[in-house]
């Protein structure tokens, strides 16, 4: 450790890889929100950023962080092993670091440094061929061991949590929630603004949203199959915008989306910057978020504070996290799903009455109480 003055300065190291100019994804964006506050709350403490590629300057969130290019950039299975292994291992020696955070649950399994690891969800567990085959198998033969190595885990639901003891027998107080938030620019958007969002992307039309990763568990197959069947029995003129990168698109993905009679009704924008997406959001007849399995759903609640209804689905987290602010839907049901959709397109009061009970439901989550209850087990870790 670091001699400052009278005091010993506690270091921690944290895994940065996710931060990601210009590529911000889940994993990132729930590392930028966490640790650039987690940096502030604490001026005691020397934090070592460890990247995996070269870094923007703007991830350095204060003085006492110091970043640390590691190389192989780890982006594959085999390069997974090699970073967290060896070369994560011999940084936490080389620079004395007290405590190692990993935001994406993964951890060195040949160190015996203290290690929070935030564990999200087990989806690759449940649903194994929902990933690419070489993933999948590393994922579930390692998470266990993560599991088990970790000094203690932070999860974001409870569902999450119960699902971490029930598949890897972990004891319960090893484990702590913390909700995720939402960032601070999410909110309602002006008139002017709906209209010029809607120009922009469906010719003045009304639209429905998916915002995520066009990943398997997001449903996306159903999804569409729900806005055809939709499209068919009511005639509406509302289209459908799918926000996200394409992660991993399934043969029974494109075969759904082959199948589709209303193609044309179906807009793809990629990964939008933060600022066009609280646009998109708050210019939408309504989310639909109808994954089969999610240990969170960040896109809920920022659709709540932007005054977007929400459909989620009734199973895992989602209807943990929406309360009784949403549409409820079978996941598995793509009457259920489309259902759900005409609700949203043709009752207005039903809109306004869930926009009302989104807005209230979304103050319950805030990055500055998961910051916080990541602050205190920083402290007890490292102590």
């Known amino acids: 450790m670091v001699l400052l003055g009278p005091f010993f300065m506690k270091r921690v190291g944290v895994n940065t890889r996710f931060l990601l100019n210009d590529k911000m994804e889940g994993f990132g964006w729930y590392t930028f929100e966490t640790i650039s506050r987690l940096v502030k709350l604490h001026p005691d403490i020397s934090f070592f950023f460890?990247?995996?590629?070269?870094?923007?300057s703007k991830?350095?969130?204060a003085k006492n962080v110091t970043p640390v290019v590691l190389y192989p950039p780890a982006r594959h299975p085999i390069l997974f092993k090699i970073w967290y292994d060896f070369v994560v291992t011999r940084a936490l020696k080389k620079y004395k670091i007290d405590l190692f955070i990993s935001p994406d649950g993964?951890?060195?399994?040949?160190?015996?440094?203290?290690?929070?690891?935030?564990?999200?969800?087990l989806n690759f567990?449940?649903?194994?061929?929902?990933?690419?085959?070489?993933?999948?198998?590393y994922l579930r033969k390692y998470f266990p061991l993560f599991a088990a190595k970790a000094n203690h885990i932070l999860t974001v639901s409870?569902?999450?949590k119960n699902d971490i003891i029930t598949t890897y027998g972990i004891q319960q107080d090893k484990i702590t929630v913390a909700y995720n938030g939402a960032a601070e620019c999410f909110k309602p958007v002006s008139e002017n603004l709906i209209e010029q969002t809607k120009k922009k992307y469906t010719s003045n039309h009304s639209y429905f949203l998916f915002v995520g990763a066009?990943?398997?568990?997001?449903?996306?197959?159903?999804l569409l199959e729900a806005?055809?069947?939709?499209?068919?029995?009511?005639?509406?003129?509302?289209?459908?915008?799918?926000?996200?990168?394409?992660y991993y698109w399934s043969n029974a993905m494109k075969l759904a989306w082959d199948n589709l009679a209303y193609r044309d009704e179906v807009i793809f924008t990629g990964h939008l910057e933060i600022n066009e997406l609280v646009n998109v959001y708050g210019a939408a007849k309504g989310l639909a978020f109808v994954s089969y399995f999610e240990g969170f759903g960040i896109p809920i609640v920022e659709a709540m504070k932007c005054?977007?209804?929400?459909?989620?689905?009734q199973d895992t987290a989602c209807h943990e996290i929406a309360g009784d602010a949403a549409l409820l839907c079978d996941p598995y049901s793509v009457d259920s799903i489309c259902e759900g959709l005409e609700k949203l397109d043709s009752d207005q009061t039903l809109r306004l009455q869930l926009i009302g009970k989104g807005l209230n439901r979304a103050e319950s989550f805030s990055w500055d109480t998961t910051a916080n209850q990541m602050s205190k087990l920083v402290t007890k870790l490292s102590s």
């Open 307 to 313: 005054a977007c209804p929400v459909i989620v689905a």
């Open 59 to 61: 991830f350095i969130f």
């Open 50 to 56: 460890f990247f995996d590629r070269p870094y923007d």
């Open 106 to 121: 993964y951890v060195s399994l040949r160190t015996n440094v203290p290690q929070l690891a935030v564990i999200h969800d």
């Open 125 to 137: 567990e449940h649903f194994p061929d929902d990933l690419p085959a070489n993933a999948s198998r």
């Open 214 to 222: 066009l990943h398997p568990r997001k449903n996306i197959k159903r």
């Open 227 to 246: 806005f055809d069947l939709f499209k068919t029995k009511t005639g509406s003129t509302t289209k459908l915008l799918i926000v996200g990168e394409d």
């Open 158 to 160: 409870e569902f999450s």
